[in-house]
C-alpha cells in the first residue's frame, strides 16, 4: 500500500547494513514526515480548548511574536512553493507519486495551525508552550534524515550532470528569450514604469472612498471638501487610466513586433534547414510554428509585466486591509492563499490536455493538407468515407480533451468567483466574532470591500497569467528546437570561379540520413565547360540523388563536388508558383522581350498560350494545379532557360512531354543547337534515343557509377549500356532511330497548330493533361510557317496591348477567386447558426443560472448595507448576537448561491461549446469532401485549411470564453446600475446620456475592429500560402539562389498583415480611453450626488453607491472589448458556414441502385456527350459519339487541349455533362449515384498521389482485402521484392505525399491499387510517363495479363503502348476525327497516320512487345 503511494520501496534493512547507513526514502517521507504532525494534530484541540478556557486579557504583541509568526510564515509559503512545483512539473507525461502532492498539503495546513496557535497564546499568562516547543524538537530530529538524503541526491545530480553535459549534444535551450528582451528592452522597461505607476495610483480610490464616506456620516463637514474629493476622485481615475493604456499599447507594439520576428526567422531557418531536421517537420507542423506559437508568444506579452505587478497588488491590498481590520485579514488572506495551489493543480492539468490537444491538432491537420492535396484520388477511389473517419477519431479525441479543458476552467472560474464572496464572509466574521467590540461599520466594510475587489484582479489573473507562460513555454521550446535545428552542411561543394572543368566529383559520397547508408557512392566524374552529359540507369538508381547531391541538398559522408559557376535546376517533379506564367518563367528576372519570346517558342510554350485563357497573363494555381503535367514541365524548363546560367542540372524533363514535343524541345534547347548550346549540362533521361547527340553518357546503378564514355564508345565496349539499348530498342522497334534521323526542318511544320485548330477556349485544369502528338492535321511548311509569324506577332502586339487587356480580363483567365471578405455586420443568422449549434435548451439554461447568479449579487450588496447600518443603532457592546449571526448567515448564504450558480452555468456552456465545435466540424468537413472538384481547382488548399485550423481553431477555444464573458460582464453592469439608481433614483438622469454617448462609441469602434481583424485574417493567408510554397519548393529556391528574394517577399507579405494588425491595435486603444473616460464620469457623478444629496443619505449608501460605482469602470471597458472579441470571433462561424454552403457534387448515393454485379459486360457508349469546365467556358466535348465493346482495349490520341483527359473526367462525373449521356452495360451513369459509379471503375492516373500512413492503407484504406490478396497485387507489380525488403514490410511509413519512394515506385504502387480493384473497367492516364522503359514495359505485360477481361481505355502519351489496341480513337478539338482498328487507320492517309509516320511506327508489328 504505502509502496504504491510513494513509488519506491518502503523497508529494505540492508539500506542499514553499510558504511553510511540510510533510511528508504518511501519511509524518510511518511513515517518521519508524520510522527511530528500527528502529534501536533491529536494534541492541538486539546490544547486550544485549553487556552480558551483560561484566556485573560490579550497581551501586547512582542519582537519575539513576530518572529516567531514570521518563521512559520516563510515555512507556509515553502510549502505553497513546493506543491505549485509539483502540479506545474506533472504535465501529464509521468505519474508522479501521491506522497508528492500529499506531504505539501499536509504542510500547508500544519503552518497554519502553528500560525493559529502562536497567535492563540497572546491570551494566555504563559507566552510559550511546552507543546509547540516538543513539536518542533520532534521535527527537526526527524528531519535530520531528510536533510542528509537531501545533500546526497543533490551531490549524485551534479555528478551526473556533469557526466550527462560531456556526452549528449541537443539543440540549444534557453536563448529565444533572452534574445528577444535583449532586441526590445527598451520598450520593455517603458511599459514597466507605466504600470508601476497604474497599480500605486489604484490604492488611492478605496482611501478617497473611505474619506468620503466619513464626509457622508459628518453632518458638520463643509460642501467644498466634499466638492474637493469628487474632483480628486476624477483626476486620480483619469491619470490613471491614461498610464494604463499606453502601458497596454507598447505591450501590443511588443507583441507585434515580436511576432513578425518570430515570422520571419522561421522563414528564413526553412530556407537554410538541413533535410535531417526538415523530415521532423511536415509542411503543416511548420506553418503551425509560424501561425500558432508566433501568436502565443505574441499573446504572452501583455501578460508578461503582471507577474510582478500582481505580486506588488496583493502585497499592497493585504497591507491596507490590515490597517482596516487587523489580523482577521489573515482569515481571508489564508483561504485565499489555500486556493492558489488547488488553482495550480487545476492548471497543470489543463496544460497536460492542452499539450495532448495540440498534438491531436497537428495530426488532424496533417491529414486535412494530404485529403486536399490529393482530392482527386479520393474521389476516383471513392475513399472519402475512409478519410472522413480518420479525420472524425482525432477530432472526436479533440472534442473530449475540449471538455475535459472546458470542466477544469469552469472549476477554476467557480474558485475565482466564489474566492471573494468568501474571503469578504470570512473576514467579516472573524473580525465580529474575535472581538466583541469590533462592530462593522460603513467605512470599514465599503473600504475592504473596494480593497478586496482590487486584489480580486491580481488573484484572478494568476492562473491566466501562469497559463499563458506555460503556454509560450511550449512554443519557445518548439520554435528553439526548430531554429536550433542544423543548418544545410554544403561544406562539400566548393564553388571555385577559376576551374578548368564545370563540376567535380571527387571521392563523393552523400546520403539523404546519417543512420542509413549512402546513396551516392564514391563517385568520381569531371564535366567539362560546355559539354551535355546524359545520366541512364534504372529506376531507384540513384540519379535524382546524384543532381541533388551536387545541389547541395544531400549529407556529404566524405569527398567533395567542386562546382564552377551558377547553377539552374530543373526538377522531376516541377514546382510551379500561384502567380501568372510569365512571372513563373522570368523568376524574379528583368523581362528581355526577345529572349523570354525565344524561350517560350523553343519550350514549346507558344501553343498552350494560345490555349489558355489570357496567354502569359493566365493565372497559374497552387502546385499549377490548372496545368497539365506536361505544360508544368515545361514552364519549369523555360524558367530555368531564361535564366542566364553556367550549368543546368535537368532532371528528366523529358518524362512529361510526348515524343513529338520532347523531340522540338531537344533539338531546340538541350541538344548541340539549342538555346542552351555552350552551357554545361546535365540530363536525366529515359529517352535512349537522344543518347547519340549527347557528348557523355554515365550509366548509374545503385549509386555509383557503372560506366562512362560517349555513345560510340559505350556501344563498343557491349557492356551494361548496350544490354539496356538493346532491350529497349526492341521494345520500340524503329521508333528510336526514326525519330533521330528525322530532319529537323520539317520538324517545325507540325508544331504549330493552324489557327483554325485552337480551341476558343481549351482550359486551366488539372484535368488537362499533356499529350501527345501536335501533329494532328498536315499542313505544309509554308502554310505553317506563315501561321507561326502571324501567332508570333499576335504574341507581340498582345504585349503592347497588355495595359488595355489588364481592365478587362479574358473569361476564365484569372482561376483562383478572390478571397470573400465579408463586410459590414456579422448577420444575425451567423450568431442563431451557432446557437442552435449550441442546443437552445442549454442556452436556456445557462443565462437563467447567470440572472440567478446576479440578482444575488445585487442581494448581498444591499444585505451589506443594511449590516452597517447596524452600527448606528447598537453600540459595540449591545449587539445582540442572535442578530450578528442572522447578518453573517445569509451575507455568507447569498455568496454561495452566485458561485453555485455561475459553476452550473459554466458548466452548460463548456457541453453547449463543445457540442457547438463539434457541429461545425462535421458540416464542414461533410461538405468540403462532396465539394466539385471545380471547387478545389479554384480554392488554394492553404485557404480550405484555415478554416480547418485557424477557424475551427476559434470556434474550441477562444469564442465560447469571449461569450461567456460577455454574458458574465453584461449582467453584472446592469446590476451595478439598478443598485446605483435604487439608492439614489436621480442618478437615472445622469446614466441616459452617458448610455448614449458609450453605446454610439461602441458601435462606431466594432464596426471598425471587426473589418481589421477580417483584413487581418485576410492578408495572413497569404503569409502562409507563399511559406508552404517556398518549403515544397525548397530545392528549386536554393539551386537558383534566390533564398534573398523569397525573403523579401515574405517580409512584404508580413508588412501588409501588420498594418492590420497595429491599426486594430491603435483601434483599441482610442476606444479604451473614451470608454474608461465615460467610467470615470459615472464615478465623478455618483460622488457629486452624495455630495449634493448629503442631507438625505447615509454613509452607508454613499459606501454602497460609490464602491460599485468604483467597480463599473473596469466592466465596462471589459464589456465592449468583449463585445468585440464576440464580434470578431464569431467571423469564424461566418467563414466556416461559408465553405459549409458550398455546392456539392451530385449524391454519393442515390435511390436508384445500379443492379448487383453491374458493370457485368464493360460496354460503353457515349451519346452526343457535351462537357465544359466550368459554366462560363466553352465546351471542350463538343457532341462525341461511339460505342466501345465488352474487353475491348482502346487508345486514346490527340494534340494537348484535344479533350483527351476530359474523357476520364466525364466517365467518372468528376465533371457533369453539359449535353448528352454515357451509358455503361445499359445504365445510364448519371442516374445513379457518384459512388455507385466511381467503385465500379479503376484508374491508374498520371501523378501517382500517396498519402502518410502505411503502405497497407495506401492500398487497401477500408480493408477489403486480406494480405495475401495485397501481396499478389504487389507481386504483379513488380515491388514485392521491394516492400518485401523494408523492415516493416506493409507497414512500413510512407511520408507526407509518398516522398519517402522514388516516382517509379509510386506509379507501381498506383498500379498495385488498380490490380486490388479488379473492375470491369479501367482507365490509364498516361500512366507511363514518369518511368524508364523497362518498368513501362513491366507495367504493359501486367496489364496486358491482369486486365485481358476488362474493357480498357488508355490515354496514349507513348504511341507504341497503344498500337496492340483493338481501336484507337484520334480526338481533335474535342470531336472524334477518327476511330478503327490501328490497321484501318494507318491505311487511310489521316492524322493518326502522320502521328505514326512521325513516331517511325509503319505497320502494327514493328511496335509489337
Known sequence: MLEKFCNSTFWNSSFLDSPEADLPLCFEQTVLVWIPLGFLWLLAPWQLLHVYRTKINRSSITKLYLAKQVLVGFLLILAAIELALVLTEDSGQATVPAIRYTNPSLYLGTWLLVLLFQHSRLWCVQKDSWFLSLFWILSVLCGIFQFQTLIRTLLKEDVKKKEKSGTTENFPKAWLVKTLFKTFYVIFLKSFLLKLMHDLLMFLNPQLLKLMISFANNRDAYVWVGYLYSVLFFVVALIQSLC????????????????????????????????????????????????????????????????????????????????????????????????????????????????????????????????????????????????????????????????????????????????????????????????????????????????????????????????????????????????????????????????????????????????????????????????????????????????????????????????????????????????????????????????????????????????????????????????????????????????????????????????????????????????????????????????????????????????????????????????????????????????????????????????????????????????????????????????????????????????????????????????????????????????????????????????????????????????????????????????????????????????????????????????????????????????????????????IVNRFAGDISTVDDTLPLSLRSWILCFLGIIGTLVMICMATPIFITVIIPLGIIYTFVQMFYVATSRQLKRLDSVTRSPIYSHFSETVSGLSVIRAFEHQQRFLKHNEVGIDTNQKCVFSWIVSNRWLAVRLELIGNLIVFFASMMMVIYRDTLSGDTAGFVLSNALNITQTLNWLVRMTSEVETNIVAVERINEYIKVENEAPWVTDKRPPPGWPSKGEIQFNNYQLRYRPELDLILKGITCDIKSMEKVGVVGRTGAGKSSLTNALFRILEAAGGQIIIDGVDIASIGLHDLREKLTIIPQDPILFSGSLRMNLDPFNNHSDEEIWKALELAHLKSFVAGLQLGLSHKVTEAGDNLSIGQKQLLCLARALLRKSKILIMDEATAAVDIETDHLIQTTIQKEFSHCTTITIAHRLHTIMDSDKIIVLDNGKIVEYGTPNELLKNSGPFCLMAKEAGIENVNSTSL
Open 244 to 943: 494604463l493604456q499606453n502601458y497596454f499599447h507598447l505591450c501590443f507594439m511588443l507583441g507585434t513586433s515580436v511576432r513578425a520576428t518570430i515570422m520571419a526567422s522561421v522563414y528564413k531557418k526553412a530556407l537554410t534547414l538541413s533535410n535531417q531536421s526538415r523530415k521532423q517537420y511536415t509542411i503543416g507542423e511548420t506553418v503551425n510554428l509560424m501561425s500558432v506559437d508566433a501568436q502565443k508568444l505574441m499573446d504572452v506579452t501583455g501578460f508578461i509585466h503582471l507577474l510582478w505587478s500582481n505580486i506588488l497588488q496583493i502585497t499592497l491590498s493585504i497591507s491596507l486591509l490590515w490597517a482596516e481590520l487587523g489580523p482577521s485579514v489573515l482569515a481571508g488572506v489564508g483561504l485565499m492563499v489555500l486556493l492558489i495551489p488547488i488553482n495550480g493543480i487545476l492548471a497543470a492539468k489543463s496544460r497536460a490536455v492542452q499539450v495532448k490537444n495540440m498534438k491531436n491538432k497537428d495530426k488532424r491537420l496533417k491529414i486535412m493538407n494530404e485529403i486536399l492535396s490529393g482530392i482527386k484520388i479520393l474521389k476516383y477511389f471513392t475513399w472519402e468515407a475512409s478519410f472522413k473517419k480518420q479525420v472524425c477519431e482525432l477530432r472526436n479525441k479533440e472534442l473530449k480533451n475540449l471538455l475535459t479543458l472546458g470542466q477544469i476552467q469552469t472549476i477554476m472560474l467557480f474558485l475565482l468567483h466564489l474566492s471573494p464572496i468568501l474571503v469578504s464572509v470570512i473576514t467579516f466574521s472573524v473580525y465580529i466574532l474575535v472581538n466583541s467590540n469590533n462592530v462593522l461599520d460603513a467605512e470599514k466594510a465599503f473600504t475592504s470591500i473596494a480593497l478586496f475587489n482590487i486584489l480580486r484582479f491580481p488573484l484572478s489573473m494568476f492562473p491566466m497569467v501562469i497559463t499563458s507562460m506555460l503556454q509560450a513555454s511550449v512554443s519557445t521550446e518548439r520554435l528553439e528546437k526548430y531554429l536550433g535545428g542544423d543548418d544545410l552542411d554544403t561544406s562539400a561543394i566548393r564553388h571555385e570561379y577559376n576551374f578548368d572543368k564545370a563540376v567535380q566529383f571527387s571521392e563523393a559520397s552523400f546520403t539523404w540520413d546519417r543512420d542509413l547508408e549512402a546513396t551516392i557512392r564514391d563517385v568520381n566524374l569531371d564535366i567539362m565547360p560546355g559539354q551535355l552529359v546524359a545520366v541512364v540507369g534504372t529506376v531507384g538508381s540513384g540519379k535524382s540523388s546524384l543532381m541533388s547531391a551536387m545541389l547541395g541538398e544531400m549529407e556529404n559522408v566524405h569527398g567533395h563536388i567542386t562546382i564552377k559557376g551558377t547553377i539552374a535546376y530543373v526538377p522531376q517533379q516541377s514546382w510551379i508558383q500561384n502567380g501568372t506564367l510569365k512571372d513563373n518563367i522570368l523568376f524574379g528576372s528583368e523581362l528581355d522581350e526577345k529572349k523570354y519570346q525565344q524561350v517560350l517558342e523553343a519550350c514549346a510554350l507558344l501553343p498552350d498560350l494560345e490555349v489558355l485563357p489570357g496567354g502569359d497573363l493566365a493565372e497559374i494555381g497552387e502546385k499549377g494545379i490548372n496545368l497539365s503535367g506536361g505544360q508544368k514541365q515545361r514552364i519549369s524548363l523555360a524558367r530555368a532557360t531564361y535564366q542566364n546560367s553556367d550549368i543546368y542540372v535537368l532532371d528528366d524533363p523529358l518524362s512529361a512531354v510526348d515524343a513529338h514535343v520532347g523531340k522540338h524541345i531537344f533539338n531546340k534547347v538541350l541538344g548541340p543547337n539549342g538555346l542552351l548550346k555552350g552551357k554545361t549540362r546535365l540530363l536525366i533521361t529515359h529517352s535512349i534515343h537522344f543518347l547519340p547527340q549527347v557528348d557523355e553518357i554515365v550509366v548509374l546503378g545503385n549509386g555509383t557509377i557503372l560506366e562512362k564514355g560517349s555513345y560510340s564508345t559505350l556501344l563498343a565496349k557491349k557492356g551494361l549500356f548496350a544490354k539496356i539499348l538493346k532491350t529497349s530498342t526492341k521494345q520500340m522497334g524503329l521508333e528510336g532511330e526514326a525519330t533521330v534521323n528525322e530532319d529537323s526542318e520539317e520538324d517545325d511544320c507540325g508544331l504549330m497548330p493552324s489557327v483554325e485548330e485552337i480551341p476558343e477556349e481549351v482550359v486551366s485544369l488539372t484535368m488537362r493533361r499533356e499529350n501527345s502528338l501536335h501533329r494532328t492535321l498536315s499542313h505544309s511548311s509554308r502554310s505553317s510557317s506563315r501561321h507561326r509569324k502571324s501567332l508570333k506577332n499576335s504574341l507581340k502586339t498582345r504585349n503592347v496591348n497588355t495595359l488595355k487587356e489588364e481592365e478587362e480580363l479574358v473569361k476564365g483567365q484569372k482561376l483562383i477567386k478572390k478571397e470573400f471578405i465579408q463586410t459590414g455586420k456579422v448577420k444575425l443568422s451567423v450568431y442563431l447558426k451557432y446557437l442552435r449549434a449550441m442546443g437552445l435548451c442549454l442556452i436556456f439554461f445557462i443565462i437563467l443560472a447567470y440572472v440567478i447568479n446576479a440578482v444575488a449579487y445585487i442581494g448581498s450588496n444591499l444585505w451589506l448595507s443594511a449590516w452597517t447600518n447596524d452600527s448606528k443603532t447598537y453600540n459595540g457592546t449591545n449587539y445582540p448576537a442572535s442578530q450578528r449571526d442572522l447578518r453573517v448567515g445569509v451575507y455568507g448564504a447569498l455568496g454561495l448561491v452566485q458561485g453555485v450558480f455561475v459553476l452550473l452555468g459554466n458548466l452548460c456552456s463548456a457541453h453547449a461549446s463543445t457540442h457547438a465545435s463539434n457541429i461545425l466540424h462535421k458540416q464542414l468537413l461533410t461538405n468540403i469532401l462532396r465539394a466539385p472538384m471545380s471547387f478545389f481547382d479554384t480554392t488554394p488548399t492553404g485557404r
